[in-house]
């Protein structure tokens, strides 16, 4: 299918009926949390996650269920088990499947239910495979293209779709990607509607860990954004901040987006990296009780450009940089593996 039709598809009512499949029916796995740990079904799970922002609505992921269930066994063949999701892809920057139409929701809160039902499908295929998604709820990107919600819209978007989601426990909610506006309501409104969702946040850009005194108290699990190559090592800063919130929060932290490599733009650094500069830094975070998602370079650059995949997923295999460090994450029960109780 061609991405152009694809994306009428996504913007339709009939999305769901377009591409066959399971009924979106939730399953039996359920994240939880015992103090800095993560369990799946009561047993620990070693949290390892990749960027995927635009999964929804990339047509060979988001659009085709045995495209979908090959890519989610690929990625857990290199020790994947968490995709990283973005509710809103509606930016105008011009990256890979970005439209107007990539949102879970309309400018006054209502519900794009074909968007939803197929963000459904994805949980429920990651469900089969023993996956998890985390759900970025709101981008500030979102911003430029008119996207971003004003209060009452995100507190009516946020309600409807928490009670949507209610039967998928494999589904965890982050309120924004680097961003702390009304982040205490935010988890409130959740909270009311669905007491057992976890809820995290990304309180801002590199280096921002805690956003306001009273937001890391409030959220189930900490995904900063570590410091990266412009204030120094980051396999000697990131894995001490990430020390420092276990310790003072006692509560799990994921290292969200570990330090970039490629191009300078969006956070990247400015000068030569090499994929071991990535493998010690996962591996540092690892040893000192924290968790990773790991950021595709890809999500940095335009459509078209050489480093993304012309799939527009983030392919373990595509780079020979960036399966570099897959190959090292997928060893991670070699190297790190998850203590059994928490």
């Not at 280096?207 to 009273?214: F, H, R, T, W, Y």
């Not at 699990?221 to 570590?226: E, G, I, K, W």
Request: charged letters at 25%; aromatic letters at 12%.
């Amino acid at each position: 299918m061609r991405r152009r039709e694809f994306m009428g598809l996504v913007s339709g009512a009939g999305l769901a009926s377009a591409f066959p499949g399971p009924v979106a029916r939730a399953g039996g796995h359920e994240l939880s949390i015992t103090g800095t740990r993560f369990l799946l079904d009561g047993r620990a799970f070693p949290y390892t996650g990749v960027s995927f922002f635009n999964a929804i609505y990339n047509p060979s992921f988001g659009g085709n269920h045995k495209e979908r269930v090959r890519w989610l066994r690929k990625f857990q063949r290199y020790g994947i088990n968490v995709l990283r999701v973005w509710a809103q892809w509606d930016t105008r920057r011009g990256f890979v499947d970005s439209g107007p139409d990539c949102t879970l929701y309309f400018s006054d809160g209502r519900l794009r239910t074909a968007n939803v039902e197929r963000l459904k499908q994805i949980l429920v295929d990651a469900d089969r495979e023993g996956m998890v998604v985390e759900l970025t709820l709101f981008s500030h990107q979102s911003g430029p293209a008119g996207g971003k919600l004003g209060p009452e819209a995100a507190a009516r978007a946020l309600a409807a779709l928490t009670r949507e989601l209610i039967p998928y426990r494999n589904v965890t909610f982050q309120v924004w990607n680097e961003f702390s506006e009304r982040v205490p309501e935010h988890v409130k409104t959740i909270k009311a509607v669905d007491p057992k969702r976890l809820v995290t946040n990304s309180p801002g850009g590199a280096g921002v860990l805690k956003g306001s005194p009273e937001q890391p108290r409030l959220l189930d699990y900490l995904t900063p954004h570590t410091s990266r190559q412009g204030a120094g090592r980051p396999w000697v800063l990131a894995p001490a901040e990430i020390r420092y919130l276990l310790l003072r929060y006692k509560k799990p932290v994921v290292d969200d987006e570990p330090a970039r490599t490629g191009t300078a733009k969006f956070g990247g650094p400015g000068e030569q990296t090499y994929p071991y500069d990535h493998i010690i830094h996962i591996w540092e975070v690892w040893k000192a009780g924290g968790y990773i998602t790991y950021h595709h370079d890809m999500f940095q650059m335009g459509a078209g450009a050489p480093t993304v995949p012309p799939s527009g997923v983030p392919d373990p295999e595509f780079s020979p940089y960036h399966r570099t460090v897959f190959e090292f994450i997928r060893l991670r029960n070699r190297y790190a593996p998850e203590p059994a109780e928490g």
